[in-house]
């Protein structure tokens, strides 16, 4: 076979520069570190490395996305710190207030010292976070979430809006509570009832704390209303209406019974009973109101008298408390679309369903609404029924700020010598006092939680950690050379750039003129 000359020079030169580029790409992993110079070095793991590299990196976003839940958390646990030392002191005075050796000028030097304590209440339910951002008003922080009016009243104007941060993959945090939770509102499971008395009552009847004597009586989780009238003989006798979260009577007005003032309880329909003294005049009015319900949904029927015919409503009943129709309130509707045959239609907070048709379900049915929710529900109605399942909260104002301006302006009442404008006084004390055991309780219930969420933030960087680590290790699996075999690799490939080389020197050299025949 010949092999032309120009042959040897291109074999030669392709092998030096293949040779080279190969050396190029070692130096190139020693000099960088990185085993893959470009994705053709190795596919799969180039792959590999994207997908990690993007789970790493959510990782880093997590982790910083935490510190700012653990700030907001911790500012707002140090916030709440202080109100509850602030209401614990308010308390206190309170206790002070009740002293029967006050007189009226000191209950006004009290009444200062209270509305001081008002205003230094109302700069920590409007704390900021420090970039600007109200804490506690929900969605809107750049607002204030209270406001006092020109006559001093206190009303929240943020809203009810979750700052959800993403703290995992799978999860979000509350990173702050509204002032409506934490100034407004009674825990989660709290089971107290609050009194109230009546604008001008004559008396001297004082209404003391509220206790649930049977906790599975009938009217466990009602409002009670007392009544006192003078009978005939001149003896005061009283009578208890019973109502609902939505204010619908329950029982009541009940026979009147007659009061003896040497009584320290009233027992109240279902379950409950409330300590009680002194003589209350004729028409005086007291209340015991729940800071909870036992029924979160009310049932009632929207469409004249008459046109349920055989239906019967009953209670609704929460089948799923994440369901749909949580807070919600369901509308129903029926129609007869032709004789003996009904459908019934929802609607859910101003949205209209399709029409649904109707069996019915027989006695001790229920009629299930979707979303969550049921309703005791039998027999057959007439054309255009209607009835409303309704949500229902506490009626009890909770707002702290009401109890602090009620206390306030009884502190500022002249009573000295006044039996019935003692006997006042100390209603809205013992009223404001349990509204304040209420509020105390709430804030150490949200305090709580903060804790539970700043642990539950250290679980996750815990486990986060663990899982960076994870990604690290197998991007340097993936990317990281091998350091030893590189090096090896790099003299291997320039002892052949050498050889390669020296070959080449030889194979140009050679000539058929330096040929001898």
Same mark, same amino acid.
């Given at each position: 076979?010949?092999?032309?000359?120009?042959?040897?020079?291109?074999?030669?030169?392709?092998?030096?520069?293949?040779?080279?580029?190969?050396?190029?790409?070692?130096?190139?992993?020693?000099?960088?570190?990185?085993?893959?110079?470009?994705? /053709?070095?190795?596919?799969?793991?180039?792959?590999?490395?994207?997908?990690?590299?993007?789970?790493?990196?959510?990782?880093?976003?997590?982790?910083?996305?935490?510190?700012?839940?653990?700030?907001?958390? !911790?500012?707002?646990?140090?916030?709440? @710190?202080?109100?509850?030392?602030?209401? #614990?002191?308010?308390?206190?005075?309170?206790?002070?207030?009740?002293?029967?050796?006050?007189?009226?000028?000191?209950?006004?030097?009290?009444?200062? $010292?209270?509305?001081?304590?008002?205003?230094?209440?109302?700069?920590?339910?409007?704390?900021?976070?420090?970039?600007?951002?109200?804490?506690?008003?929900?969605? +809107?922080? +750049?607002?204030?979430?209270?406001? /006092?009016?020109?006559?001093?009243?206190?009303?929240?104007?943020?809203?009810?809006?979750?700052?959800?941060?993403?703290?995992?993959?799978?999860?979000?945090?509350? #990173?702050?509570?509204?002032?409506?939770?934490?100034?407004?509102?009674?825990?989660?499971?709290?089971?107290?009832?609050?009194?109230?008395?009546?604008?001008?009552?004559?008396?001297?009847?004082?209404?003391?704390?509220?206790?649930?004597?049977?906790?599975? =009586?009938?009217?466990?989780?009602?409002?009670?209303?007392?009544?006192?009238?003078?009978?005939?003989?001149?003896?005061?006798?009283?009578?208890?209406?019973?109502?609902?979260?939505?204010?619908?009577?329950?029982? !009541?007005?009940?026979?009147?019974?007659?009061?003896?003032?040497?009584?320290?309880?009233?027992?109240?329909?279902?379950? *409950?009973?409330?300590?009680?003294?002194?003589?209350?005049?004729?028409?005086?009015?007291?209340?015991?109101?729940?800071?909870? *319900?036992?029924?979160?949904?009310?049932?009632?029927?929207? #469409?004249?008298?008459?046109?349920?015919?055989?239906?019967?409503?009953?209670? &609704?009943?929460?089948?799923?408390?994440?369901?749909?129709?949580?807070?919600?309130? $369901?509308? $129903?509707?029926?129609?007869?679309?032709?004789?003996?045959?009904?459908?019934?239609?929802?609607?859910?907070?101003?949205?209209?369903?399709?029409?649904?048709?109707?069996?019915?379900?027989?006695?001790?049915?229920?009629?299930?609404?979707?979303?969550?929710?049921?309703?005791?529900?039998?027999?057959? &109605?007439?054309?255009?029924?209607?009835?409303?399942?309704?949500?229902?909260? &506490? #009626?009890?104002?909770?707002?702290?700020?009401?109890?602090?301006?009620?206390?306030?302006?009884?502190?500022?009442?002249?009573?000295?010598?006044?039996?019935?404008?003692?006997?006042?006084?100390?209603? $809205?004390? /013992?009223?404001?006092?349990?509204?304040?055991?209420?509020?105390?309780?709430?804030?150490?219930?949200?305090?709580?939680?903060?804790?539970?969420?700043?642990?539950?933030?250290?679980?996750? @960087?815990?486990?986060?950690?663990?899982? =960076?680590? +994870?990604?690290?290790?197998?991007?340097?699996?993936?990317?990281?050379?091998?350091?030893?075999? /590189?090096?090896?690799?790099?003299?291997?490939?320039?002892?052949?750039?050498?050889?390669?080389?020296?070959?080449?020197?030889?194979?140009?050299?050679?000539?058929?003129?330096?040929?001898?025949?």
């Amino acid at each position: 076979m010949r092999i032309s000359s120009n042959l040897f020079f291109e074999t030669g030169l392709r092998t030096i520069n293949l040779q080279q580029s190969d050396l190029m790409h070692r130096y190139q992993q020693v000099g960088t570190g990185r085993r893959m110079i470009t994705p /053709a070095d190795d596919p799969l793991a180039a792959a590999q490395t994207i997908n990690i590299a993007q789970s790493q990196s959510l990782n880093v976003r997590y982790a910083e996305n935490r510190q700012v839940a653990k700030t907001q958390l !911790g500012i707002q646990e140090n916030t709440l @710190d202080s109100v509850s030392t602030l209401i #614990s002191g308010l308390k206190t005075r309170l206790v002070e207030a009740g002293n029967g050796t006050l007189s009226d000028a000191d209950r006004g030097v009290l009444a200062n $010292v209270l509305e001081n304590a008002k205003d230094n209440l109302m700069g920590l339910a409007n704390a900021t976070d420090g970039n600007g951002q109200y804490l506690f008003s929900g969605y +809107s922080g +750049s607002r204030p979430p209270f406001i /006092a009016d020109s006559f001093g009243a206190v009303s929240y104007q943020g809203d009810e809006g979750r700052r959800l941060i993403q703290v995992d993959q799978t999860r979000q945090l509350d #990173s702050a509570d509204t002032g409506l939770d934490i100034f407004t509102k009674a825990a989660p499971g709290a089971r107290d009832y609050i009194t109230h008395v009546a604008a001008g009552n004559q008396g001297t009847g004082i209404i003391g704390k509220p206790v649930i004597a049977d906790p599975k =009586g009938q009217y466990v989780g009602a409002k009670f209303e007392l009544s006192f009238t003078e009978a005939g003989d001149g003896s005061m006798q009283y009578s208890v209406t019973v109502r609902d979260a939505a204010d619908y009577i329950l029982s !009541g007005p009940s026979v009147p019974v007659a009061y003896d003032d040497s009584t320290e309880t009233l027992a109240l329909p279902g379950g *409950v009973q409330v300590a009680f003294s002194g003589m209350p005049a004729d028409g005086d009015a007291f209340s015991v109101e729940p800071v909870f *319900v036992t029924d979160p949904f009310i049932s009632a029927q929207q #469409s004249a008298a008459g046109t349920e015919g055989t239906a019967v409503l009953g209670k &609704p009943g929460i089948t799923d408390p994440a369901g749909e129709y949580m807070g919600k309130q $369901v509308d $129903v509707a029926f129609q007869e679309v032709v004789p003996g045959t009904f459908q019934y239609q929802l609607t859910v907070d101003g949205t209209t369903g399709p029409w649904i048709n109707y069996t019915d379900p027989g006695p001790g049915g229920v009629l299930d609404l979707g979303g969550g929710l049921e309703v005791a529900f039998e027999g057959v &109605p007439t054309d255009g029924y209607a009835f409303s399942v309704e949500p229902v909260e &506490p #009626s009890t104002n909770l707002n702290v700020f009401d109890a602090l301006d009620d206390i306030i302006e009884a502190l500022k009442t002249p009573i000295q010598g006044d039996p019935a404008a003692h006997a006042n006084y100390q209603n $809205v004390l /013992a009223s404001a006092m349990q509204r304040l055991d209420v509020n105390f309780d709430q804030v150490q219930t949200v305090v709580s939680s903060v804790g539970t969420r700043l642990s539950e933030i250290d679980a996750i @960087d815990a486990n986060s950690n663990v899982r =960076g680590l +994870s990604y690290a290790q197998d991007l340097s699996r993936l990317e990281d050379v091998d350091y030893y075999e /590189a090096i090896a690799q790099l003299q291997l490939r320039t002892a052949a750039l050498d050889a390669a080389s020296m070959a080449f020197k030889k194979i140009q050299a050679t000539s058929m003129f330096n040929m001898k025949g």
